[in-house]
Nanobody, 123 residues
Framework: QVQLVESGGGLVQPGGSLRLSCAAS????????IGWFRQAPGKEREFVAG????????FYGTSARGRFTVAGDNAKKTVYLQMNRLTPDDTAIYYC????????????????WGQGTQVTVSS
């Protein structure tokens, strides 16, 4: 059974950094990537970043480009999201998900989701 567990969220001041982790287990051969999404109160869930599990190629959404870095550790079966220069607009619940098929930025392309980890950027 596919299981995804996020960790690393918390409260950080504007301009600070956080590193989120997504520990994956039970992935099937069809799960070829891991994606990070976030959802702020009253807003739709949006794609942040993703990584191919076969090539380690990263993908970034508009909000992440230039500030966030996604990387994987195959030995630990963990994907990381390093977030720098955080702003209050980055406040959201961050989810990781297992990609099945389709565009990496679309929610329906993922078939398993973690429970999420809260990130709050505030002074």
């Amino acid at each position: 059974q596919v299981q995804l567990v996020e960790s690393g969220g918390g409260l950080v001041q504007p301009g600070g950094s956080l590193r989120l982790s997504c520990a994956a287990s039970g992935l099937t051969p069809e799960n070829d990537g891991i994606g990070w999404f976030r959802q702020a109160p009253g807003k739709e869930r949006e794609f942040v970043a993703g990584i191919s599990l076969s090539s380690d190629s990263p993908f970034y959404g508009t909000s992440a480009r230039g500030r966030f870095t996604v990387a994987g550790d195959n030995a630990k079966k963990t994907v990381y999201l390093q977030m720098n220069r955080l702003t209050p607009d980055d406040t959201a619940i961050y989810y990781c998900a297992a990609h099945r098929s389709g565009s990496v930025s679309i929610i329906t392309s993922y078939d398993r989701w973690g429970q999420g980890t809260q990130v709050t950027v505030s002074s």
